[in-house]
């Protein structure tokens, strides 16, 4: 093959108690990507659909980054052409950085005949994803690169695990039409917690893994609690404990916020909770005056995928 086209999906990270180490793979939003082989050696970036203002240099742009990062390290007597419909908006807290990055290494990879196994693409992703939080981590590329939720065991050396989810297990999430930049949102946090609330954090951390593993829904609901971060970063987002009460009043399983916000991700038992939780959470933001799109997703267990 010398073109192909993919879908890289949308992604939401830390799961609440799950800060910087767990996220889950989402089948309803995501951005499509073409590659090509070129002649011409080297990465380009030649085409973004969209209406975001994202830059075509390749040392700017996140796909870019972790196009290079992956081209030095096998370097081919060719290059590759990346081109981009962005449809994760930027900012969002599902993924758009991570989207980008898993995309072109994952279209270079089949296009050179799957040389890099799933961990070693994260690996190269993880450089153009510290090109928009600041700083190298897993959660948000892992589980677009292996589908469903994944929990990032290390860094160094990288070591990403697979958790099973229930079949009946839907997302429900809602995007603020406004900006959290992931750098800025972790400029809020603490350097330091109280050790009482890191052994309530580990502790709910634990039993959700335990709880996805054994398809307890009811241990879900008692896990997705954080003590950590949301205390924090809720400030930035309006409205985040109003839609938090509203979607547990009306059956969730538990509310928390997609990566570093804006976003508010929900999780449910079954299709038709999950747009009940929707249609409380339209019910909120319809009276704030800001705009907002929400999604409902069953868990992708697949992750990228060529279209």
Known sequence: MNEIKIFSPATVANVACGFDVLGFCLDSVGDDMVIRKTDKKGIFITKIEGGFDLPYETELNVAGVSALAMYEAIKPDFGFEIEINKKIKPGSGIGS??????????????LLGRPYNKTQLTEFAVKGEALASKCEHADNLAPALFGGFT????????????????????ATIIHPQIEVKTSEARAILPKEVPL????????????????LHTSDFELIKRSLNDVIVEPYRSQLIPHYY???????????????????GPSIFSLSKGLETANNVKDAMHKVYAKTGINFDIHVSKINTSGVKII
């Open 242 to 260: 109003e839609v938090k009460s509203e979607v547990i009043r009306v059956g969730a399983l538990g509310a928390g916020i997609s990566g570093s």
């Open 97 to 110: 950085s991570a989207a980008s990055a898993v995309g072109s290494v994952f279209g270079m990879n089949e």
């Open 151 to 170: 929990l990032v065991k290390s860094m160094s050396p990288l070591e990403i695990l697979q958790i099973p989810s229930p079949n009946d297990l839907y």
């Open 196 to 211: 009482s609330h890191a052994i309530t954090q580990w502790a709910n951390f634990g039993s959700l893994i335990h709880a």
